[in-house]
């Protein structure tokens, strides 16, 4: 008889409420919690560096070349990759300003370069590279982004992107260890590129600083 009363509750339970939360709100009533309300970890929060020697297999590695992509085994590379922390991203250093763009015309990928950015930058950044029609923005109207088509950011050197890129700056996780050496110069090209489409859009003349594999040299700000 018990049983036939404890079924009939529960009957009653499910047939009152619909679906699965009926169930949930039995599991928060006998044991305070459900799988209703979980802890979340979203992939931009609380980012953190790597393990040492850790290799990650996303980044395709050392690439022997700009158009090449390397995956599994890190491979040997004779270019030099540039030796610095996020300290140097705080301030425009010298350092960072004379790093020069390795990328020639003919070795500048833009399809590379977009992807890259659409999966590394785009989601803080935006498509577009302004800031407020980012998706972060979205979900965070009250955040703060950086614009990265707009006059600020044009002004920086190639190389303080690229450091940028890498070791971070204020909110910005590092990404050296997702996006390697010739790929953070393919992300600094497309974001040029994204800025030459800004002014163009607001009838205003080309980026004022490097252009790297899109003809200029000039290293300064």
């Known amino acids: 008889m018990r049983k036939l009363i404890r079924l009939a509750v529960v009957a009653v339970v499910l047939g009152s409420t ?3 939360a009926a169930l949930d709100d039995a599991m928060v009533y006998m044991f305070g919690r459900s799988m209703r309300d979980q802890a979340s970890f979203d992939p ?3 980012t953190r560096s790597p393990a040492d020697a850790a290799v990650s297999f ?3 590695n050392f690439a022997p070349d700009p158009n090449s992509v390397m995956y599994g085994t890190p491979t040997e590379h004779d270019y030099d990759v540039p030796d610095f922390d996020a300290s140097y991203t705080v301030r425009f250093d010298p350092m960072l300003d004379s790093l020069e763009n390795p990328l020639t015309a003919d070795q500048a990928d833009p399809a590379r370069g977009e992807e890259l950015y659409i999966r590394v ?3 803080c950044h935006g498509d577009a590279g302004i800031g407020a ?3 972060l923005v979205q979900q965070w109207p009250a955040l703060q982004v950086y614009n990265l088509a707009g006059e600020t950011v044009q002004g920086y050197s190639d190389g303080y992107l690229y ?3 890498r070791v971070g700056r204020g ?3 590092q990404y050296g260890h997702q996006v390697t050496h010739f790929d953070r110069w393919h992300i600094v090209n497309y974001v040029r590129q994204l800025q030459a489409d ?3 859009s607001q009838g205003a003349p080309a980026p004022a600083g490097d252009t790297g594999a899109a003809g200029d040299t000039g290293e300064g700000n």
Request: aromatic share 12%; proline share 8%.
């Open 18 to 20: 619909s679906g699965c």
């Open 44 to 46: 931009y929060e609380n």
């Open 58 to 60: 996303s980044s395709g």
């Open 121 to 123: 930058c785009a989601p």
């Open 133 to 135: 029609e980012a998706y």
């Open 163 to 165: 450091a940028m890129v």
């Open 171 to 173: 909110q910005m996780p």
């Open 198 to 200: 800004y002014n163009a």
